[in-house]
């Protein structure tokens, strides 16, 4: 008390020591303004280190040997340019005969497209192997210590700059070897699995938001709905996967197998393992937040429109369905789509599903074993090898793209339904 | 005339209630879909509690509880190294999220002008939406071998549990900055002027008004950061190691609960075999830990949310 007075009497004194710790205070307050602005900073800064480790591993140098020297094959090495028949022939003149019957067994060399012809010269004649690779930003700045090594340490080897995303690799399915291994039969399930959990959460996510906030009393069982939609939400994802496991996978296998339809296409046995299952996990996992974001889309609907709706005789579900559903759409699909972008990337869940490890073959029906991208993702990144991990790079720029380009396209109908919408 | 009513026949208009099949078979679709998510939560807790109840029938809950080793090979069921594993990695995610997200959030709600901000929440909604398995990816194949090339590679293992914390850091970073720059901005102007006009420093308005204003809203987020840390999977799976261990060395590889769920889960495994339970039952701890983190932030902002006119 005494120590405020004195303080507030030399204040009042007025020559000049007016709060006299102003400056120091104001430098004070002046460096943490720089700290918090730094952090903020630091935050953007590592999703930028983020984004450049991957684009760093996803490109580079590839240091690769040879069984058969290209140059014995064609002038120059260079493949492309044989005809057909000399392709044929240096698969002839190269292989195994056993090699060869089975070759032709499969399809007659002669029959053969040309790509097919180039890819098998490359992958069983030359036989290229990698036996080292650099990263994007060793390949650009570090080059002459990239040329001394490769000189003391693998003299025959070629150096090819290679990009890992490449035409091939997102045609070709899993391999034993990085550089032959692909994101087709990846691709393929992600979409697939994608499709059944869209098909399956958004109904039923749309609905249960209608009832919510539509028609449900304020009960005790609705309430308890509200909050229980809430709790969901946030229940980490691998949970989700132990229900999939225990419901989809086990509970209802000749479901999900696809026996009960007397459909088990996959003579394999996936036993349950499928992308049904899988797309019905993620959709158990996406639900809660399909629904709050349909909630809030709903509730931005002015009462006003649906007095308007009952004032002309309407029934609940014709203001529902002609007047709020018109007026929120655009938020609800958008909201969803979004939803839906964010379970593509999910991968613990799938894992525990009992996604495959070695996929070699596309999905060929919903009651197909599976894998998906960020399964693939895993498994590269969990292999000691180096060349994987460039191919986990590549395969987690396939994923961001197709993730962002999802995103773009939310944004792009979100855009067209607005400006079609009826009622602003 | 299509159909006739009974008052279209009196000629009488009637406010009684017609009865309307489509409307209630509408009716009961939709409240069937919103039941659909209590089947969901039964579903958790059934299968979780079935399972778990099969398991401890087997290995009694008091060694599930007390022991230091799980080693299924020789029957040792004990969570904590799992437990203590999670602790870790979600200690040092905290260390990183918790100052971090609330000096994003102090700035972007109280310095950075409405350009700045439009620019830089959306980076990191990006930064939100990176699927976690990325993460994982960042930690291995970056942040480890940095930390390894910047402390000696006798220090830290290539698999350790620092890195996947400061990653996960990383991973929460947007949630928290994100809800914590909500209840900042929900503080009204007027405490803020109230703060000014007594010649408080922009600092001491910020740190002194603002953040004890809207503490509940700051906390909420911070215990619901925690809880997404407890339970994120693919970044302690790819960078925290495999196979549980005790130990307090955050530099060690350790397996956490989610870890130690994801890696024998994705192997062979039979189902009705113990391991296969008791996998049920650290899903179990999982569950109830995050419900419980989850349940504390809610109810913060319920009972301590100071509503402001």
Known sequence: MSAAKSRAATDARGDGSFLPNLGKRQAYGRRWAAAFAAATIAAVLVLGALVASIVNDAFGLVAMEYTVDPATLAPGGDIEKLSDAELVAALEGNLKSRRLRALGNEKPLAERERADLLALVEDEVIGWEVVETFSLAESLLGRAKVDAFMAAEHPEAKLVFRSWVNARFLGSSQSATAIDAGVRSALIGTLMTILITLATAFPIGIAAAIWLEEYAKDNRWNRFIRVNIYNLAGVPSIIYGMLGLAIFVRALEPITSGAAFGAVADPTGANGRTILSAGLTLALLVLPVIIINAQEAFRAVPRTLRESGYAVGATKWQVVWHHVLPASFDRVLTGAIVAVSRAIGETAPLVVVGASTFLTQDPTSVFSKFTTLPIQIYQWTARPQEDFHNIAAAAILVLLVLMLSLNAFAIILRNRLRAKKRFA | ?309
Not at chain 2, 41 to 46: D, F, M, Q, S
């Open chain 2, 1 to 309: 005339m299509h159909e006739t009513f009974p008052d279209a026949r009196t000629g009488r208009l009637s406010l009684a209630k017609r009865a309307r099949p489509v409307e209630a078979a509408i009716r009961g679709l939709l409240s069937v879909s919103a039941a659909i998510s209590v089947l969901t939560t039964l579903g958790i807790v059934v299968t979780l509690g079935t399972e778990s109840w099969g398991f401890f029938r087997e290995v009694g809950i008091l060694e599930f509880l007390g022991s230091l080793e799980w080693q299924p090979v020789i029957g040792d069921f004990g969570i904590w190294p799992l437990f203590n594993a999670t602790l870790t990695t979600s200690f040092f995610a905290m260390l990183v999220a918790l100052p971090l997200g609330l000096m994003v959030a102090i700035y972007l709600a109280e310095y950075a002008s409405d350009r700045v901000r439009e620019t830089l929440k959306p980076v990191l909604e990006v930064l939100a939406g990176i699927p976690t398995v990325v993460y994982g990816y960042f930690a291995l194949a970056t942040v480890t071998p940095f930390l390894r090339s910047l402390l000696g590679t006798e220090l830290v293992g290539v698999y350790n549990t620092f890195s996947a914390g400061i990653v996960m850091g990383i991973l929460i970073l947007p949630l928290v900055s994100s809800m914590c720059e909500d209840a900042l901005s929900a503080v009204p102007r007027s405490l803020r002027e109230g703060a000014y006009a007594m010649g408080a420093t922009k600092l001491e308005v910020a740190t002194q008004v603002v953040v004890p204003a809207a503490f509940s809203g700051l906390a909420a987020a911070f215990i619901l950061g925690l809880s997404r840390a407890v339970g994120e999977t693919m970044i302690v799976a790819l960078a925290a190691g495999a196979g549980p261990k005790f130990t307090l060395n955050p530099f060690e590889p350790a397996e956490t609960m989610t870890g130690h769920i994801v890696r024998i889960s994705g192997g062979d495994i039979s189902y009705d075999s113990i391991d296969y339970r008791s996998l049920f039952a650290i899903a179990l701890v999982l569950f109830l830990v995050t419900l419980a983190l989850n349940s504390l932030s809610r109810r913060i902002v319920a009972k301590h949310g100071e509503v402001y006119e």
